[in-house]
């Protein structure tokens, strides 16, 4: 069993095949898939999937870092209220708070950053409550992630999902007892590749990040001609990342797949 613990599944491009998406992936051995949320409405779309396909989607609600060039203060603030009321009314659905974090990315997204720590920090603060692990977006802001993390009262727990920093970077993370996983970045960043082989076996989950961060082969073609990255690719960052890690592909599936449980149980 592999569990993808990080797949846009409420996508539109997945709203003419979402059952067979999920069944081709399930077929493939990819039972348990982690649904992040963007923002209120995609968090809700999340919950609704996991109610439709229980036991086998699981949601993660909150607000993208993204979002805090998308909307004004006052409406992130009403969302991340209503936030919490989903969660109120569908603890059962909910393994996590994600994705959350801060991007850095570019001038606009630098020029907010004290809003968007302001509102990680926040999140933190909301899944601490409901004791929920976090999933952490970074862009070129590992420092100011970093930053909240470390000035909150409890140590969050929780990912860093496509992870995509330095080595250093990796292991300030590993530090402060996150786990880490990849997408497909490792099949085309031979930086981000280098640091697969340094996660410790118990901090490693797997993530297509779909439908964005679709594979590459070796002439950097994308893996698939729908340019829609699928849960069912991730047997093939699980097999790359077997092989950079010198293990057999059985061990590290049943040694991800048992970290994904222990830290969303699902
Ligand atoms: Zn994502």
């Not at 989903?86 to 001038?107: F, K, M, Q, S």
């Not at 990912?159 to 996983?181: A, I, T, W, Y």
């Amino acid at each position: 069993m592999f569990i993808d613990t990080h797949a846009h599944m409420w996508w539109f491009s997945f709203d003419k095949d979402r059952d067979q998406v999920l069944a081709h992936a399930e077929a493939s051995g990819v039972t348990k898939i982690i649904v992040p949320g963007t923002d209120l409405k995609t968090s809700k779309l999340a919950v609704e999937l996991a109610k439709k396909y229980k036991g086998k989607i699981f949601a993660a609600v909150g607000i993208h870092p993204e979002e805090s060039i998308i909307n004004k203060q006052t409406d992130l603030q009403d969302q991340l209220t209503r936030i919490k009321e989903l969660i109120d009314e569908n603890r059962e659905y909910i393994v996590a708070v994600g994705e959350v974090g801060t991007d850095a990315y570019t001038d606009e997204l630098k020029s907010v950053l004290p809003l968007q720590q302001d509102f990680f920090r926040r999140q933190i603060e909301i899944a601490q409550e409901y004791g929920l692990p976090v999933i952490v977006h970074t862009r070129n802001s590992l420092t100011e992630t970093l930053e909240v993390i470390d000035q909150m009262q409890v140590e969050p727990k929780g990912q860093f999902h496509c992870f995509s920093n330095d080595e250093e970077g990796l292991r300030e993370v590993l530090k402060r007892g996150f786990s880490v996983s990849f997408a497909g970045n490792i099949t085309w960043s031979k930086r981000v590749r280098r640091l697969v082989e340094l996660v410790p076996n118990d901090k490693l989950l797997l993530e297509t990040d779909s439908p964005l961060m679709m594979p590459r082969d070796s002439r950097g073609e994308p893996l698939m001609d729908n340019l829609r990255n699928e849960p069912i690719n991730v047997t093939i960052l699980a097999r790359l990342q077997a092989e950079l890690r010198g293990q057999p592909l059985k061990a590290l599936e049943i040694q991800t797949s048992a970290n994904a449980i222990e830290l969303f149980r699902v």
